[in-house]
């Protein structure tokens, strides 16, 4: 058996267990589904006590009982089968709701590391595609597959029982079905997983494209983004093509073959009826059963597609929901009453294997105190901060908090104790009230204004005609880079967190805002531990301590004053206003 093959049976036998925690719900499906199926055998035999016996016999009080049994029965039917697509419905929704959330739940809890190597189009479609093409597996497979399977052996049971003879030169065909079945799903299983990764790339560029647009703008680079989407497209396109050709060769010969059956019957059954071994109701019956008996198969023909499709997608889904390094947000000690004492201690990190970003750095930030970073773009500042928070681990070396290893407490305890102002300032779409309450879920109105405040950021929000109902738009877009950074200021401050990390959290605020946060930042100042990433001046020179970075390792540290009389490098950074 091929790899590809074997893959496709794990994903089936996972989605089956998965199915598992669904199972009453499936059982209800599967027996209105298998009542439903029942019935067909009725009309056909009503068919045949018409022919056979009440025509002949002129029974008029007969007929009305037939007819009446025969629309019973048929209303029966749809009764059953209005009550199971509201059951198969719920059975969907419930299956792919659950299968969303783990896959959502497993995203947000990835490391860092693998959103760095992943295309966030990709993610979006499996979610968005590949988890209801997954869950189609099982329906189609309850719905279709177990339903068909049950009608197509009611149809045979009663041929086979109203003439033996009759019915095996019906279900010839049969064998050849079911192998072609099978030749088509090994045949198409690798064309269909080709065409979901060109879906997945044709997504990314779109993404890509969607978030990117206003560089696309500014570079003019409308033209080569066309064509690269005009590649990736013709790509799916060309995978596309080769699923519907495997599809126009397999679906007319499986119709051929079930044709091929109604033939011998029609041309079998005149001849019995001719010769007087079947009589002209067990015909008219046997064209209705074998009607009956070629629908499911050729329902069958469309499931075994839909298998194909969705096992490849669970496959892809599977493969996300197996990613090792998943965070554990309560793993470990709890951090109660964290003092904010921070220290690395000789500390070495490189995003990629021999490329080193921090060398052997230490630093120790006393509990009240502020720390001041500056050096460089590129010297490895913000991935200071990247380790405190436990994005990433170092490769050697310690962070600690409060004289621990920052590993030794849960993720959840630790960020707790930490509000990161990044610096991209990043906003959720939504409201201003929405992306302040990240920073204390709970927090009322009172608090929301407070914290504005103490980010100079009351006065624009109070300008607004829906002041803090004020949606940002994707990204914070409707906001200027100023106000989504005091914004963003606002939510740390909010969080009230013992230790505070400013990562350029100033740079795209005037020189009024700035001196109003630098007055705020005073009185934060006075209780809780401040680690700040700065070029500006100004926002340094009131530090307990500076440290300056060099090619990831830090070369001198002291206050703004010994620091100019003492190293050159932080004298030249302050020459030409790179702090």
Same mark, same amino acid.
């Given at each position: 058996m091929s790899s590809s093959h074997a893959h496709l049976r794990a994903s089936a036998a996972r989605l089956l267990r998965f199915a598992r925690s669904h199972w009453r719900m499936a059982l209800l499906q599967f027996t209105l589904a298998a009542l439903g199926t029942s019935l067909i055998i009725v009309f056909?035999?009503?068919?045949?006590?018409?022919?056979?016996?009440?025509?002949?016999?002129?029974?008029?009080a007969g007929v009305w009982r037939a007819g009446g049994l025969a629309a019973g029965a048929f209303l029966l039917r749809e009764l059953l089968f209005s009550l199971r697509t509201r059951v198969s419905s719920a059975f969907e929704q419930r299956m792919t709701t659950d299968l969303r959330g783990r896959l959502h739940h497993k995203i947000l809890r990835l490391p860092l590391g693998w959103f760095d190597r992943q295309s966030t189009g990709d993610i979006l479609t499996r979610m968005a595609d590949d988890v209801p093409a997954t869950q189609r597996v099982i329906l189609e497979g309850i719905e279709q597959g177990m339903t068909s399977l049950l009608q197509i052996l009611i149809c045979a049971a009663? %041929? *086979? &029982?109203?003439? *033996?003879? $009759? =019915?095996?030169v019906v279900m010839l065909p049969v064998p050849f079905i079911a192998a072609g079945g099978w030749l088509f799903t090994r045949w198409v299983a690798p064309r269909s997983r080709e065409a979901k990764e060109a879906a997945s790339r044709m997504n990314s560029l779109l993404h890509d494209s969607i978030t990117g647009i206003r560089q696309i703008k500014a570079y003019t680079a409308e033209q080569a983004k066309q064509s690269a989407f005009h590649h990736t497209s013709e790509a799916l396109r060309h995978s596309q093509q080769? *699923? %519907?050709? =495997?599809? &126009?060769?397999?679906s007319p010969l499986m119709g051929f073959l079930g044709s091929l059956g109604l033939v011998l019957l029609l041309s079998i059954g005149a001849h019995g009826v001719i010769t007087g071994t079947v009589s002209t109701g067990e015909l008219l019956k046997f064209i209705f059963l074998l009607g009956f008996f070629l629908e499911p198969i050729s329902r069958l023909h469309g499931v075994n597609q839909t298998f194909v499709n969705g096992l490849a997608s669970a496959e892809r889904v599977f493969h996300l929901l197996d990613q090792p390094g998943e965070e554990d947000l309560e793993k470990g000690d709890a951090l109660p009453h964290p003092r904010g004492e921070v220290e690395f201690r000789q500390v070495h990190f490189g995003y990629q294997d021999g490329k080193p970003v921090l060398q052997g750095v230490s $630093?120790?930030?006393q509990p009240?105190?502020?720390? =001041?970073?500056?050096?460089a773009t590129g010297s490895g500042k913000s991935t200071l901060f990247q380790l405190l928070t436990r994005f990433y681990e170092p490769g050697s070396g310690q962070v600690l908090i409060d004289g621990r290893p920052a590993s030794d407490y849960s993720l959840r305890s630790l960020r707790a104790a930490l509000a990161y102002v990044t610096q991209d300032a990043f906003l959720f779409a939504g409201t201003i009230r929405d992306n302040l309450r990240l920073g204390c879920a709970d927090a009322g109105d009172e608090q929301l204004w407070h914290a504005l405040r103490q980010a100079s950021a009351d006065d624009f929000v109070r300008d607004r005609p829906d002041g803090l109902d004020t949606i940002v738009g994707e990204r914070g877009v409707m906001l200027s880079g100023g106000e989504r950074q005091r914004i963003a200021m606002a939510r740390a401050f909010l969080k009230n967190a013992p230790v505070l990390l400013l990562d350029e959290a100033t740079s795209a605020v005037d020189t009024r805002s700035e001196a109003a946060i630098q007055s705020a930042l005073e009185k934060l100042r =006075?209780?809780?531990?401040? @680690?700040?990433?700065?070029?500006r001046l100004s926002t340094v020179v009131s530090a307990d301590v500076i440290h300056v970075m060099r090619h990831g390792a830090f070369i001198a540290q002291g206050t703004h004053a010994s @620091? $100019? &009389?003492s190293c050159p490098y932080y004298r030249e950074l302050a020459s030409i206003s790179l702090l």
């Open positions: 056909p035999s009503i068919v045949q006590w018409f022919i056979d016996d009440l025509i002949p016999r002129r029974d008029l009663v %041929m *086979l &029982s109203t003439h *033996l003879q $009759l =019915a095996l080769r *699923l %519907m050709n =495997a599809w &126009s060769v397999y $630093l120790h930030a009240r105190q502020t720390v =001041a970073i500056v050096g =006075a209780d809780r531990t401040c @680690l700040v990433i700065a070029h @620091l $100019l &009389s």
